[in-house]
């Protein structure tokens, strides 16, 4: 927080050293107050060169005693804590040294909420809360006098809040905060108020509620992109820790990137310290310890040179936890990681002492000392209300990890379930899809636990189906809630459609399209983020058990399939029983899906050169062959010539099954996992809509006559074209047709798109529409694309439609020639309409071109 701002009415004459230093001060403050404590330092040393020194001047002093408060703070952001107490204890000389009255009783109590806002800043938290409760009272004193302007208190109350939220005290923090917006609003301070929402932010995001955390970064953002621009970039490291608290690694290091690059430009130490410590989480959750450990320690320099003790223990525990797997690491051992404990708990930091310890559990466990880990778990205090949901399921890990090392298995899968448990708690309270599908990464290392567990020790077929269910493809299991309508949301949704447009024409054109581009990258982040405050997704169903799905499967086989341990194995559902199969090299099988993908996008367009054709189609029935021998060789002697429930992981889910030779024909339907299975087909059990949308986007040879002539087949269907009105048929429809261009966008799938008659329709919108179409059919490239989070959590275009709730998605996995595509949907249709199951009429249609249809049916197949 910013140092405290100057009356400026205390000056004699505009021309005198007084009034010039003021002025300065003025400046000077609001610099630090806008982030730039560097050009504030610098105005401030200009001030007191002009500022006379004349003893028993009050006005002098006056002046003098708030350019060294101020002066404080930005030397203590800019060097260190103890350049910045020095300035603080020559201002208590000056003013012990002043008549007792209202200049005395007004700046005593601020130099002692400069001390403790410094001590804060330093992570000497107990000793600044003590000396803040003290100082606030004073100044509430003298605002009662009209000694102490409001902004004075305001700032300081906000200042005791940041302290209360770093020493645990939530509601207490709360308190400040909403006081603080009511003097604000009273006084009409607009930056005052933006700060106590940014702390609002804060206080949310320690509850675990992301949402409205979110929300309170976003609304102060736009505050500060207002009155005070620099301030912008502190914002950003806080939406991206509660980014990184919601498993979204990848958006997180997209906000610290863009903070870090200007932090380093300003030479703002604390803040800078802080955004590369965050942004070495980012890289801990994507897996990339090396960036991971050079940005801690870069972090814990800067924090040490500062003097920030608290701060610089934190990054030397990221550090840890990047060498965590490094062989011969000099720094993750035990014995390092109980002292780093001691010294974590030392400064306060009771969570992350926590974390420490159990690191040295951890490790203990890989070097055989089971009692010394028990004994170091033993001692650790219950998780409180506030402990990060990472923290609680590093905790479980810990405790199921000594289980399975002493042989005690049942109780690391009772760990396991718990901690799963609880995550799920979390779960249900994200907001947006991508929350939801990003939360599961904290489960990752948990739920590989159990189920290689479970795989390792004889292969419990149903308990492995158990244990699949509960810890893959979460977001499908979730009831959507009506969705509340957001007319911001929807206006920069029509703003992304319009510049994306603008670039398309560009490119037409020749035109540059960088500063287009940029504003689109901007609009997708901010749409993202508004997405993000919508209040919970959806009520959870429960997690299905194998007896429901036996019930549900009938005569068909269910092929859930798993790696562990670069083996891939299979547990196949059939006639009431599961079996677990062993299937090969899961590197090799992903290889081959990779290349299979790439010949069939190869081999999509309608008019090649013959040979050209004869050559990829080779290479493609090859793959195809070689990779129906891998999955569906080994189960063939259970599954048969069955219908099949498909559920995939990783590069699976880019296989069009149809292609595969032993499935040409056959009926398959693919769902992210049986729950997901289960709930579309009681979904399809009880259809009651009966439109039916057609639509043709642009731009296509076949598409209008491909639409035209199921005109014959659905006679009452409407046929929408604009955005607008397609999203307004789709509401609601029983069956939607849709002809268009399509894209699938792998590092932001809910930006996927159709291309309409006036531009695309993104995924996003589809998410929240009120009844979203019971069956859909995307006659377009690319739409069945998934991005794949941990936990197998897939989300594109049809993952979107399927968590909306739509039982049946039919859509390309490849790219799809318009000739191919039409063909295909003729007869699909033809089939659908006379009455056959999505998934057989669509097995029929493909068998004939299997390599150049390569169209799956995803959810219920109903």
Sequence with gaps: MPPLRAAATDVRSPLSGVAIAAALHREAFDAASAGRPVDAVRLLRRALTVLPAEPGDADATSVRVRILITLSYGEAETGSIADGLAHLDAATLLVEALPEGDLRIGLAPVIKCQQALLLHRAGRTAEALTLFDAAITGLETGHELGAVTTDRLAGNLINRGLTRIAFGVLDGAEQDMHRTIDLAEAADLPLMKAKALHNLGDIAQL?????????????????????????????????????????????????????????????????????????????????????????????RRRFLRRGSTSWAELAALTRMRAELDVPASRIATPRRAVDLAGRLAAVGLADESAVATMLAARMSVRRGALDSARSLLADLPHPGPTTPIDHRMLLRLCQAEVAVAAGRDAEALAQARAGLEELGVVRDRMGGLDLLCGTAVHGRELGELAVGLVLDRGGDPAAAFDWLERTRAQVYRYEPLPAMEDTSLARRVNELRSLSRSIQQARLEGRPIEET??????????????????????????????????????????????????????????????????????????????????????????????????????SA??????????????????????????????????????????????????????????????????????????????????????????????????????????????????????????????????????????????????????????????????????????????????????????????????????????????????????????????????????????????????
């Design 207 to 299: 509850t675990g509620d992301v949402p409205t955390a979110l929300r309170h970064y976003d609304d102060t953002v736009r505050e500060f992109r207002a009155l005070a621009p620099d301030l912008v970039y502190r914002v950003r490291i806080d939406q991206a820790r509660t980014l990184l608290a919601a498993g979204l690694g990848e958006e997180a290091a997209q906000h610290l990137d863009e903070a870090l690059a200007v932090l380093r430009e300003r030479r703002v130490g604390q803040d800078l310290a802080e955004a590369e410590l965050s942004r070495a989480a980012a890289a801990l959750l994507h897996e990339d310890p090396g960036l991971a450990r050079d940005l801690a320690g870069r972090a």
């Design 517 to 618: 581009a940029a504003r689109f990258s901007r609009l997708q982040r901010e749409i993202t983020r508004l997405g993000w405050h919508t209040s919970a997704w959806g009520r959870p169903r429960p997690v299905a058990r194998l007896a429901d799905v036996v019930g549900a499967l009938g005569s068909r086989a269910l092929v859930s399939f798993v790696s562990h341990g670069d083996v891939l194995r299979a547990v196949v559902v059939v006639d009431g029983r599961a079996s677990l199969v062993r299937l090969g090299a899961w590197a090799d099988v992903s290889e081959l899906a990779r290349q299979l993908h790439a010949d069939l996008d190869a081999l999509a367009p309608d008019l090649m050169p013959a040979p050209l054709v004869a050559a990829v189609t080779a």
């Design 621 to 862: 029935t090859r793959r195809a062959r070689l990779l129906d021998d891998a999955l569906l060789g080994p189960p063939a002697s259970l599954v048969g010539t069955r219908e099949l429930v498909v559920v995939p992981t990783g590069d699976l889910y880019a296989v069009p099954w149809g292609a595969l030779p032993s499935l040409h024909g056959r009926p398959v339907v693919v769902a992210p996992s049986a729950t997901a299975w289960l709930t579309a087909s009681e979904s399809a059990a009880r259809s009651s809509a009966s439109r039916v949308a057609l639509v043709s986007g642009p731009g296509l040879s076949e598409a209008r006559g491909e639409v035209h002539g199921l005109l014959s087949t659905y006679p009452d269907a409407v046929e929408p074209s604009s955005v607008a009105d397609v999203l307004a048929a789709l509401d609601g429809a029983r069956l939607a047709h849709i002809a268009a261009h399509g894209e699938h966008v792998a590092d932001n799938a809910l930006f996927s798109r159709l291309e309409l008659s006036d531009g695309f329709l993104f995924a996003h919108e589809t998410v929240r529409l009120k009844r979203v179409p019971e069956q859909v059919v995307l006659a377009a490239c690319s739409l069945a694309l998934s991005r794949i989070r941990p936990g197998d959590e897939a989300l594109g275009f049809a993952g979107a439609l399927l968590a909306g709730g739509s039982h049946t998605v039919v859509a390309a996995v490849n790219k799809v020639g318009d000739r191919a595509a039409a063909r295909t949907m003729d007869v699909f249709h033809e089939l659908l309409s006379s009455g056959a199951p999505a998934a057989a009429a669509l097995a029929e249609a493909t068998a004939s071109d299997p390599l150049r249809r390569p169209f799956v049916c995803f959810g219920s197949g109903s």
